[in-house]
């Protein structure tokens, strides 16, 4: 499982699948990945390797911190196609017309 944004939420989870033995992969945008218990590791080799990713990121569209269409043409499609993408983030960090298009393609699963 992979957690993409490590605030209140994507952290809370975080505990509750550690205490289920599940192994989760971790991504926080904005801050320094550390090397310790957790693995912190890029967002594309996230998308490469994940058959789970849930999204916990704040919507921002400014030149510093950009998560509009965090998920666009170019990530939509390093998607393998079983995985599962989990959004419970605002709509537009996904890029909804590529993300349609892929699934009538049938390029990623329903």
Not at 28 to 41: E, G, I, M, S, W
Not at 78 to 106: A, D, H, Q, V
């Amino acid at each position: 499982m992979v957690i993409i944004g490590l605030g209140n939420i994507g952290s809370l989870l975080n505990k509750r699948l550690k205490i289920l033995k599940i192994k989760t992969l971790l991504c926080d945008l904005f801050k320094k990945c550390k090397k310790n218990k957790d693995k912190f590791v890029s967002l594309k080799t996230i998308i490469d390797k994940s058959n789970i990713i849930s999204l916990y990121v704040t919507l921002l569209n400014n030149s510093k911190n950009k998560t509009l269409h965090l998920f666009n043409k170019n990530r939509i499609n390093l998607l393998k196609k079983n995985t599962i993408l989990i959004n419970t983030s605002r709509g537009e960090i996904i890029n909804n017309k590529y993300l349609l298009k892929f699934l009538k393609e049938k390029k990623i699963s329903t």
